[in-house]
Structure formats: C-alpha cells, structure tokens
C-alpha cells in the first residue's frame, strides 16, 4: 500500500543569475513499510527533497501525499501538528535540545502535542537504543552516537507514519554509523515503520531495500534491491 506520493515536485531557490533550481519536477512514490536511501552529491537536491516530504518546507510547485493527504493543504498550525505526529525527523547534527535531558528530549514531541506520553513505549525505546541509565544526562555528557540514538527515539516516540533521516550518520565515524543503521533498520521491521534516508555513503545505501539517485534536482535511478 503506497503511504508516500511525490509529484512534480519543483523547488527554486535565488533570482535571476544567482536562481538555483535545488528540485526539477521530481515524482516518485513509496509502498508502506519501505526503507528506501536516497544518494547523490552535495548540492543535489536530496535534502531539500527530505524537507519538502517532512512539511518544513513548501515547494514552489507539485504536490506531496502522505497516508492519501495533501502535505501542504494545510495552514501552518495543521502543518506544525502534521511534522510532530505523522513525520519523524532524523538530523545529521541531532538537533537536541542542550538544556533538556535525554528523557525530556525524546519526549518532547508528545509534549508539544499535549498528550501523555506512552511510558511502554517510551520503556522500550530506552532499552532498544541502549540510553538505559542515561535517562538523566544532558545532551553535552552524552557522545555522538548516544546523541544520535536520543534524536532517533524522539523521532520514533509518536509512532510517525514515516521516518525521514537526514545524513543520520554523517556526524559520526564507522562503528556508531554502523550502529545507527542498525537502528533504523530495526525500527523498520520491527515497528514497520516506512525510513527514507538521505545519504552520500553507498555502502549505508545499499543496507536499504530501495536507493533512489539524485543529480541536479532530477531522479536519476530508482533501483529496488531487495
């Protein structure tokens, strides 16, 4: 069942000489349950792309559906509630907030909705990315790959319908990378959660099941590979 739908998706930034067109009408869709990564080079257009999907952008044309709902056919309050229950998102520089624990970071997202937060839930997530005793720790007592593991348990405390990860392992070296795939493909099967990953690495693309290539704002392979 396709849970995402890309279409004609354009976006331009700049005018006149300086006008970069970061997306050039791409469409695509994602069957529910997906990991797919999606490559290419620095400039190409996969993070913008990333933000178009996860509604913390708005493109200049095209349309973007996620569960069959028009993304941007939305106000900016609906738009704010739409990225804290229906995305999670995944930063290469993990975007914790620095005065906040590991247990109020990740739960953050349930609180700005103003619900209670699923401690089951929220039990498992601290075992499942091994932050058991580090429920306390500031994210400046914690090394970049806990750091990363707190950034993807919030993004996973709501339960989104797809999670978005944005060079999750850009920041880190080979063992906590490794790990950090681990993870999302974890997260994928055993909470069967749909993963799109941005990434320049090959070797972390080909853990996914599909590699989507970007070059100049266009797709230029769509490969699925398990």
């Known amino acids: 069942m396709e849970i995402l739908k890309v279409e004609n998706l354009t976006k331009v930034y700049g005018k006149g000489d300086a006008q970069v067109k970061a997306l050039d009408s791409v469409s695509f869709s994602v069957e529910r349950g997906q990991f797919v990564a999606i490559i290419g080079p620095s400039g190409s257009g996969k993070s913008t792309l990333l933000h178009l999907i996860g509604g913390v952008d708005k493109p200049d044309s095209g349309k973007v559906y996620v569960d069959g709902n028009d993304v941007y056919n939305r106000n900016d309050t609906q738009l704010a509630i739409f990225r804290r229950r229906e995305v999670g998102l ?109 990434t320049h690495d090959e070797n972390i693309a080909l853990q996914a099941d599909r590699i989507i290539k970007i070059e100049d704002g266009r797709i230029t392979k769509d490969e699925v590979i398990r």
């Open 90 to 198: 995944i930063y290469q520089f993990y975007n914790l907030i620095p005065v906040l624990d590991v247990v109020e970071n990740m739960t953050l997202p349930v609180i700005m909705d103003g619900r209670e937060v699923n401690k089951e839930r929220f039990e498992e997530l601290l075992d499942v990315l091994h932050l058991r005793g580090r429920e306390g720790h500031l994210p400046n007592q914690l090394s970049g790959g806990q750091q990363q593991r707190v950034s993807i348990g919030r993004a996973l405390m709501n339960s989104p319908a797809i999670v978005l990860a944005d060079e999750p392992t850009g920041n880190l070296d080979s063992k906590n990378s490794h790990e950090i795939v681990e993870l999302l493909k974890m997260s994928n099967k055993k909470y069967h959660q749909t993963v799109i990953m941005i």
